[in-house]
């Protein structure tokens, strides 16, 4: 059974930072391409990052791009989000997805994802 756990979700305020965390389990880790997606309330989930199978490329959505990385740990099969410089429009549920196919910023590739975490960003 494959399980996706997020963490690290929160509130702060504007220009803070948050890091998520998302512990997979129940799958070959370092056989899938990784990303995050968010929801913000009354929208449709957007794409937030994506990161290949070993590591090696990343992709990032035009509105996180310079304040967001995306990384991940094939040891401990758990892939991280550090957000900074936040804004109040970051603000949403974020969701870790995996896929067993390569890096995609189509969030409908995505076969598996987590619970989500709540990030809230006050201005």
């Known amino acids: 059974q494959v399980q996706l756990v997020e963490s690290g979700g929160g509130l702060v305020q504007a220009g803070g930072s948050l890091r998520l965390s998302c512990a997979a389990s129940?799958?070959?880790?370092?056989?899938?391409?990784m990303g995050w997606v968010r929801q913000a309330p009354g929208k449709e989930r957007e794409f937030v990052a994506a990161?290949?199978?070993?590591?090696?490329?990343?992709f990032y959505a035009d509105s996180v791009k310079g304040r967001f990385t995306i990384s991940r740990d094939n040891a401990k099969n758990t892939v991280y989000l550090q957000m900074n410089s936040l804004k109040p429009e970051d603000t949403a549920v974020y969701y870790c997805?995996?896929?067993?196919?390569?890096?995609?910023?189509?969030?409908?590739?995505?076969?598996?994802w987590g619970q989500g975490t709540q990030v809230t960003v006050s201005s």
């Open positions: 129940g799958l070959t880790f370092s056989s899938c391409a």
């Open positions: 990161i290949s199978r070993l590591g090696y490329s990343t």
């Open positions: 997805a995996a896929t067993r196919g390569v890096l995609t910023t189509t969030t409908t590739a995505y076969g598996y």
